[in-house]
């Protein structure tokens, strides 16, 4: 796990020169609400794996969810499209009749962001990206055995607003990576040369 992360910050590294050609600098933290523990129910219910049948093996604790944590960076190619890159972590768990699910996710997307409205202070916007996710699933024994993989991920955000000028807050509604409902701060730099 540590020489993936080493190599996920690396390639990170990998997309200073592009952010240094913007005149604008954007790094947020945020917050999304999962879209697995939103529109899923449990996933083993009603099956029968290899003769074990799964409604003898209810859940016997509640599902739980870090929901999604992201950081997002973002550089300005004009007042309208920004491209930037993100990272998000979900981790979602639940307790079994005969064993524990733990499955986690580390997404890395390239994105393009299309302001819709960019005033000083407010933005309203859409973004987009493809990457990949790691994903570590320690399944449920004895019908799943740990793995680990990759696997192809995405974010479209339909609808994102913005309010403040250097530090600000945001919200947005979509679907991906970074959940449904999305909360967070961000920072803008500003690069002075003209």
Do not use: H
């Not at 796990?1 to 910050?9: E, G, H």
């Not at 009749?97 to 000083?120: C, F």
């Amino acid at each position: 796990m540590r020489k993936k992360l080493i190599a996920l910050f690396l390639f990170l590294i990998t997309l200073t020169p592009a952010f240094a050609a913007g005149d604008r600098f954007e790094i947020e933290l945020g917050w999304g609400a999962s879209y697995y523990e939103v529109l899923s129910d449990d996933e083993y219910i009603g099956y029968d794996y290899g003769g074990i049948n799964m409604n003898e093996n209810f859940p016997i604790g509640d599902k739980y969810t870090t929901n999604a944590i992201f950081a997002r960076a973002y550089t300005s190619l004009s007042r309208k499209v920004n491209i930037g890159v993100g990272v998000a972590y979900e981790r979602y768990w639940q307790q079994y009749k005969t064993g524990k699910t733990d499955k986690r996710y580390i997404s890395v997307l390239p994105l393009i962001k299309l302001n819709w409205m960019n005033k000083e202070k407010f933005k309203l916007y859409s973004t987009a990206g493809i990457g990949a996710a790691f994903v570590e699933d320690k399944g449920l024994k004895p019908i799943y055995e740990n793995s680990s993989y990759w696997q192809l991920t995405g974010n479209l955000t339909f609808i994102g607003f913005s309010y403040g000028k250097r530090m600000y807050c945001f919200s947005e509604f979509g679907i991906g990576a970074f959940g449904i409902l999305n909360i967070g701060l961000g920072y803008r730099i500003f690069n002075n040369k003209k």
